[in-house]
């Protein structure tokens, strides 16, 4: 999608430092980072957010993809955490389906 700032990012159009890509997903450092650790998981294709997954296997490979960029990135046995923001209320900013994966300190709870 031509005015979404993932899908510029992959198509190479703006820069970001890659941490894993595939044929079907792509990881990126946020550069606003919240935890030492703190990478965006991303399908390629362009889907807004959860309500608009109608292919639910994807999920699943997207998790195989936490899971390997979690072990590379040693944050797997200590522990991180996975959220996704949907929708204004949420604390969507970016309309194209993304997973935030932190890690490297100690997570508190509740979120703001
Ligand atoms: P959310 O608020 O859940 O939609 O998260 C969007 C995230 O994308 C924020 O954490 C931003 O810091 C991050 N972000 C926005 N633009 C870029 C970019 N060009 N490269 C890397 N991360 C970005």
Partial sequence: MEDCIFCRIIN?????????????????????????VHNLVI?????????????????????????????????ASDGFRVVNNCGENGGQTVDHLHFHLLGGRFMEWPPG
């Avoid at 190479?12 to 030492?36: G, R, T």
């Avoid at 994807?58 to 944050?75: N, P, T």
């Fill in 43 to 75: 399908p390629k294709k362009h889907i807004s957010n959860i309500m608009e997954i109608r292919d639910g296997e994807m999920l699943g490979r997207l998790f195989e993809v936490v899971q390997k960029v979690a072990q590379q990135e040693g944050i």
């Fill in 12 to 36: 190479e159009e703006v820069p970001a430092k890659k941490v894993y890509e595939d044929s079907e997903f792509l990881v990126f450092a946020d550069v606003n980072p919240q935890a030492p």
